[in-house]
């Protein structure tokens, strides 16, 4: 019990905190990226933009994210993930409301900027890095675990397919503002930055000292008051790795692909002959077996090797775009295909990426 619970009868910490960020995966990621695409034809329809300046939009929140990391992450080490989340989860909110509110395209790339901004500090960003302190063994498990949230989020398409149907995209977009404030608030609170902080050290076991000294969860150990309990590499150190240099190039490229699929996916599927709807289940189905993949390949990848598991995931997604360019109504057979092939593959490059980075260069 002790491994898993870190106490005799009490869960580990961090699978609480992996837990909190599934939770604020599904809400975040789920309604600003994953979603996205419900929202194309019924803004189309209304201001008779293209596809492509739609998309700009969110190739612009991706651009920016991306431009943002060094600032967002030296913030989150600075002030502490759990304050950013809480900062993270608001700007998202207030960038709901602002895209609820667009009446032209500068209005709605303004309203994509304030919502990169908060997706980088309020969901993904600083639940991975306390994860990465939080976990060394079984760090492929608790990124898994945390991203079953994303899993889920693909379900999210699905219900806003049907918020909009009943009360319309303008609509559909403040529900979610007030959705995520009231939801991703508390899901932020249970973020902690180090286990050693907190009388635990990584994985579940006791830090000596602090094990006699009637320590209590929320109470600082004594034992590691004032010191840094982050390990590895420095940034300088880790710029002059090509390590860096080759993890950097590889997740670019399959963010590009990923944003290519996440935003156009839904059209795609609409134009060689589903409805929206059928789309959105498409969409929701896929999210369910991410659930399962996303902590499957977080487990295998513990047992197995995290860089291997990692590696494979590339081909898999590329076989599997493949088959989504011949998906139809009459060639759903393909559709099992794909879920295996890029399903694993998502899964993989999603959930072991940042755990690989910390494999490789330490949590500091």
Known sequence: MRGETGREGRVFYGWYIA??????NFLVLGITVFSFGVFIEPIRAEFGWSARAIG???????FEQGFLSPITGYMIDRFGPRSMAIIGVSIVSVGLLMFSQIQNLWFYY?????????????????FSLAIMRWFSKKRGRAMGLMHTGNGMGYAAALILAALIGAFGWRSTLIISSITVFIFGIPLAMVLR?????????????????????????GQKSPQWEGKDVNTGMSVEQAL???????LALSHAAGSV????????QIPHLQSVGFTSTSAALFVAVYGGFQVVLRFGTGWLGDVIGRRRMYITGYLLQAIGLWVF????????WLTLVY???????????????QAVVADYFGTK
Do not use: N
């Open 19 to 24: 837990l909190a960020g599934a939770g604020s």
């Open 56 to 62: 700009i939009g969110f190739a612009l929140r991706s």
């Open 110 to 126: 303004l309203a994509s900027a304030i919502l990169s901004i908060g997706q980088s500090l309020g969901a993904f960003t600083p």
């Open 193 to 217: 930055s180090s286990p050693e902080f907190y009388g635990y050290l990584p994985d579940g076991g006791r830090s000596g000292k602090a094990a006699h000294c009637g320590f209590r969860e």
């Open 240 to 246: 002059r790795t090509p390590a860096f240099y080759l």
């Open 257 to 264: 692909a990923q944003i290519t699929w996440i935003v156009f």
């Open 325 to 332: 360019s011949m998906i139809s109504p009459s060639r759903l």
């Open 339 to 353: 879920y295996l092939t890029f399903g694993i593959g998502h899964a993989s490059w999603v959930v072991l990426g």
